[in-house]
């Protein structure tokens, strides 16, 4: 970083290292992005990684074909750091209003903690195929939309809060984006696409979307790994999830983390119900009866008051949904994870959960959600927020003794 612009570099260190500390709830505020930083004042590290960069925006060679008929390129192997990257992507946005700083809530509740947490980053970054061809966000101005800037804003704040696991809904880049840059930020991943993708039906499309699992392979090691396509009442459906057991390298302690997208809009209840009844069997199965620890990243596209929530709050798993820690009384979900104006109207829902095993770990901080104000009166997705969801972002511990399996 010392080869840096000055001005570039203090503003870019405070955001990469890890966010900010947990602390108090606070007013979330505004971080100005530096200005307008030119690529050819990066020096020669910098402008190697914008080359990367600049040929994963500009790639369609690649996304044509899935990576195995991809001939690696070792330049595309070598490490990029992630403080470079972040540098880059917002390069690319500098023209985009600022991103607003979200803040993690300490909620430790002086639990003891000798093992380093473990942080899960659950979202929905919007099929870049859905946003333009079928989603119809009528307050969203398309070129908001343009994939090689919105591409930056995902991975801005994907790099902001540098998660170990990453658990993605919605992804129509993966071959040609997520993998090639994420892998060389030393994550391993996993892609399983829908079976008949939406996104198939828009002109352009980019290929299916799916769910995506990322961890980092320095901390975690791959026991073992299954992509599952939901059914419901024994009838296979187009939704999907993956579940891998990691084993911690530190501790060697090992946990489930699995993703899913259940089926969407109203009218569709049962099914979902039914293809959440699925996955926690499978879940049981996977997990040999809770005794290893879980966590559950999702869409479920579900408010809580529906079956399918309700089935997993009162699962013999013992689950809990992380980001109810957030509300006053600890009960509560918050009051939305997806904000959005269609030609139908607005839509303001709670759908995306992280779910895991109370009896065996505790939330240490989870980031706060973006306020109304913040999201603005034309709603997700925006100039400076490229989802129609908001990323869910929780640090976990394992409890030193584990509670009793209620
Ligand atoms: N290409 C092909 O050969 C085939 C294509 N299909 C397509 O697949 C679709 C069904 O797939 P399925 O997986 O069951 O779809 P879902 O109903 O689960 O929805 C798919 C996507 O649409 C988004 N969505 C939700 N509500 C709306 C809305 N009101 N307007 C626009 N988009 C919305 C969802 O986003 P979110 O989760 O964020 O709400 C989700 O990502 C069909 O509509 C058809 O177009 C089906 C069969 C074959
Ligand atoms: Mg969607």
Not at 61 to 89: N, R, T
Not at 167 to 194: A, I, W
Not at 214 to 219: A, G, I, P, T
Request: hydrophobic content about 35%; some cysteine; overall charge negative.
């Amino acid at each position: 970083a010392d080869r840096e612009p000055r001005s570039l570099c203090s503003s870019l260190l405070l955001a990469v290292e890890r966010g900010p500390e947990p602390k108090a709830r606070q007013r979330s505020r505004c971080v100005t992005v530096p200005s307008s930083p030119t690529v050819h004042s990066m020096g020669t590290g910098t402008s190697r990684l914008y080359s990367a960069l600049a040929k994963t925006l500009n790639s369609s060679a690649a996304s044509q074909h899935p990576e195995y008929l991809v001939s690696p390129d070792p330049e595309h192997l070598e490490p990029i750091d992630p403080k470079e990257l972040l540098e880059e992507c917002r390069a690319v946005l500098h023209t985009r209003p600022p991103r607003f700083q979200r803040d993690f809530v300490d909620l430790r509740a002086d639990r003891p903690s000798s093992h380093p947490s473990i942080r899960v980053m659950q979202w929905n970054i919007l099929a870049q195929a859905l946003g333009e061809g079928k989603d119809n966000f009528v307050q969203c101005p398309i070129e908001a939309l343009k994939w090689e800037e919105r591409k930056c804003l995902i991975l801005e704040e994907i790099l902001a809060y540098q998660p170990d696991i990453l658990c993605l809904q919605e992804v129509d880049h993966y071959f040609d984006t997520f993998q090639p840059l994420l892998s060389r930020l030393g994550y391993q991943g996993t892609f399983f696409p829908k079976p008949w993708s939406p996104c198939l039906d828009v002109e352009h499309n980019n290929g299916p979307d799916g769910c995506a699992l990322f961890f980092l392979q320095n901390r975690f090691k791959l026991v073992n790994s299954a992509n599952i396509r939901l059914t419901a009442m024994t009838l296979k459906t187009n939704q999907v999830a993956i579940a891998q057991t990691l084993e911690c390298k530190e501790s060697g302690r090992q946990f489930c983390i699995a993703v899913t997208h259940l089926k969407a809009r109203t009218g569709w209840e049962q099914f979902r119900s039914a293809q959440g009844c699925d996955l926690l069997q499978n879940l049981q199965n996977i997990t040999q009866g809770a005794k290893i620890p879980l966590i559950v990243c999702g869409d479920f596209n579900a408010e809580p008051t529906e079956e399918v929530y309700k089935h997993f709050a009162s699962s013999s798993l013992n689950l809990n949904s992380a980001y109810k820690l957030l509300s006053a009384d600890g009960q509560s979900e918050p009051p939305y994870t997806t904000w959005k104006i269609r030609t139908s109207g607005e839509c303001r829902h709670t759908l995306d959960y992280i779910w895991y095993s109370q009896h065996a770990l505790s939330v240490r901080s989870a980031l706060d959600l973006l306020t109304e104000e913040q999201i603005g009166p034309n709603r997700l997705p925006s100039f400076n927020y490229p989802s129609d969801h908001l990323s869910l972002v929780c640090d976990f511990g394992f409890n030193e003794e584990p509670d009793e399996l209620l």
